[in-house]
């Protein structure tokens, strides 16, 4: 899997399918040298000399530029003047640092990440992880750049971890990872973009001369850029195509992009976003970076996107509910916003437990002085003119219906009218001398503090403790500004933002494992802190705000290029919808959020008879298949963002069972017939449609298709494929 040739000095990081090769250059500078297809013939020695004669070894000679050469890792001030994978200050003065290549350490499985979240490898999987050690000899710097190969997953992680044994230093910048790609190709560059309600769309954009790419200054991984980029072929698709991903497990500010120099190279970089960043480190401190996962693909988007979702589902997100059903819950919000007492809850409990859902959650307005979002967050005890008999009392009623308990918080937040804003102003997130911004009429708690960490974690526990809570939604709804602490001096200012990350994870650390029964969701209104760090955590996550059918279609499309379906929360809701006023058939509704984490969001009382038999039909439905749509390979076949059609197919792993999905956004009167090509199927198989007697080999699904007309407004399909026994 990790093999080093003494005699050539390269590294090389086999997958099943890819090869990731670095070379030490004359036994000092650790150089990239491939990321691609798994190689079969060794690389040559001496493959990257016109590179290094025309760039570092011309800098001695002429005063040149290195800009030219693949470093693996490169810091500032070396005549590499691109984006630096780390940047230093001396206590000389001096910014400059130089780093050469020590040694390394091959060991089997991976490691943990010191209060990080990470991915993680279990008992017999082939795991191995590289450790390079690399020196900056003049100011005793050691940098570990850490790779570990997932073998069967095609994937491979990194983290740097940087450690000074010198004077005191200030750490300005630290990369997860760059990775150097030379003579390269005219590439595109993918990201995922948006705002509130629209999260996640697909952008697509050349890569040109310079630097370009996508950042968060806000605090939060966010709805307007999520933490991944794809390098991709001009002409890479969902089938064809090289294409590289780079997904940071973080929750915090990033920086991803590539920057491309005169020379046709390129630099692809992701990790912590340098504003408003600086690490002091002493004498013997570390500091280590988030990890960022990367997956290569030649077989197009679809191939990277089905790696990540494997990864993540079963090697990223952890505990009891990693692997069982979830559950199908209905959450008040939608059907009552703040407007609600223990008895309209149980009334809708009740209709939603005669169609089968199983857990009734309880969202905002059910403490203190909530009745709006002007006040209460913080005050976390029950408002009892709403709830007279407390969250005991709710959740018991709840429990005899035969349904599980769950409940709504936003434990980073208060409003500058609680009780805990009054006795702990300094607990908010503030710089001195600046009015601290309200956004949604709250401040943000200052999560860099260890009092204020654990004062949240014995609150959370105690409600945890005291009622039958079997399901958080873990909300979080502005993101961070005046960005500073009064617990810290002014020299650790610069650690804040990253020190309230930390803070946020060894929170939902100590409470995931304290309470492991308890199935958490994050929320970050909507979807916008939807990255793969609160994955660690916490196994869903609330896509998004807009629950609008048509509209999801896109959101769910454009998350699924880097996060599983099993990891989106996705609701019926009611029509009009409240976010666009569209109407849309319940099947639609259904047939819509099914693939993802089941549930309703909305006053089943208010339903037809008919509608209710849907729904019912639709739980019973998605008990049948959700191990498909959530353990099964998804294929994007029709893309919402290139047409009124949305098209997705899961393929349990045994084959056996296919679900296609298509949904339209908008009819086309007398349209044209399409073909929709199927894919991942058995070519020799045939596959019978589900409860009639009709069948397809599984050669003509893929090549000649499923006939669609989209000739009808709310057309929605949701055909199941069962492979006949031979
Ligand atoms: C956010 C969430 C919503 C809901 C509200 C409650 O916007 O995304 O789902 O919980 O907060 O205030």
Redesign the pocket.
Known sequence: MIKFDKESGIFYLNTKSTTYAMGVWNGEKLLHRYWGKRLVNPLNKTDLGDYVARGFEAVDLQGGNSDIVPFEYSTFGNADMRIPSAEFRFSDGSRVSNLTYKGYEITDGKPALEGLPATYCEEGDKVETLTIHLEDTYQNVDVFLSYSVFEDFDAITRSTKIVNRGERLLLDSAMSATVDFYGSPDRELLHLDGAWMRERSIVRQPIVAGNQGINSRYGCSNMFHNPFIALCDKNADETTGDVYGFNLVYSGNFTAGAEKNPFNGLRAYIGINSTNFQFVLENGGSFRTPEAVMVYSSKGLGEMSRIYHKLYRTRLCRGKFRDTERFVLI?N?EATYFDFNEDKIVAIAEKASKVGIDTMVL???WFSSRID?TNGLGDWYENRDRLPNGLEGLAKRINALGMRFGL?F?PEMVNPGTELYKNHPDWILHTKGRKPSQARNQLTLDYSRDDVCDYIIDTLSGILSRANIEYI?W?M?RCMSEPGSAFWDGEHQGEVMHRYILGLYRVLETLTQRFPNVLFES????GSRFDAGMLYYMPQT?TS?DSDAVERLKIQYGTSVVYPFSSMGAHVSAVPNHQVGRITSFDMRCNVAMAGQFGFELDLNKCTEEELKTAERAVKTYRELGEVFHKGDCYRLKSPFESDICAIEFVSEDKNTVILTVNCSKAMPNSPDEYILLDGLDETAVYTLDGTDKSFGGDYLMNIGWHFVNDRENQSELILFKKQKL
């Open positions: 959450n919000w969202d905002d307005g979002d709504w936003e939604k909300d709804n929320c970050s209104s909507g609330w705000d």
